[in-house]
């Protein structure tokens, strides 16, 4: 019992020195703070209750198969407050653990026509969290009426509704599209609607001019 009281003591510790490192707020503080003190205190626990449990030595086949048992239950405890608190630590953090993905295309205006994919194109995710370059595929396609239409995806790392994706194609100012998507978005198999561009670089907005569109689906 001496030992779990010195873990005890030095969990203590480490959690102050951890506390003083938080942000100021309090909500920001409580909010990182109770996922690590509902799964130390939830490790801390069972670790007493092994060494006290473990203790008392093996008496009979009975006590060998309740020891078993209680092993068992301990080794599920524990892996059930590693899988809380990583799923607490990530809800916090804004993480995406699954990595779901957009798969975009983006339709050019009919009096933009290129051969090839320009090999400057880029294709950005900006979010408020993180900037994430998509990987785009190597030929154009087409529309109907002969429009080419730019097909990438990239993944979503960060759960959050504020998500830009931005055209870079050389010889055009840069267009700018908001994706209209929850913070954490179910997968679709359909595409939105096409959208036109909600802003050009060196404007405030895009006019009804500007006939760059962008349609998505999350994978």
Known sequence: ?????????GFMSALGG????????LDERLGALAPVVAG???????????????RSGYRSSRDILRHGVATVVVIGLLAFAASDLRHAAFSYLGINPAKPAVEFEIRM???TVFAT???????????????????????????????NILKGSVRLD?????RIMVL???????????????????????????????????ADRADASDAYA??????
């Open 1 to 9: 019992m001496a030992d779990a009281f010195s873990s005890l003591t």
């Open 18 to 25: 951890f506390a003083t490192a938080l942000p100021a707020n």
């Open 40 to 54: 130390a205190a939830t490790a801390l626990a069972v670790a007493i209750a092994m060494a006290v449990y473990f």
């Open 109 to 111: 205006p009919k009096a």
């Open 117 to 147: 994919i320009p090999a400057d194109t880029q294709v950005e995710l900006h979010t408020d969290k993180n900037q994430a370059l998509a990987r785009l595929e190597q030929l154009f396609a087409s529309t109907d009426d002969g429009r």
């Open 158 to 162: 960060f759960r959050t509704s504020d």
């Open 168 to 202: 870079n194609l050389p010889g055009e100012k840069q267009r700018l599209f908001k994706l209209r998507l929850a913070a954490n978005p179910t997968a679709s198999n359909q595409f939105s609607p096409w959208h036109l561009a909600d802003r050009v670089a060196a």
């Open 214 to 219: 962008i349609r998505y689906r999350v994978m």
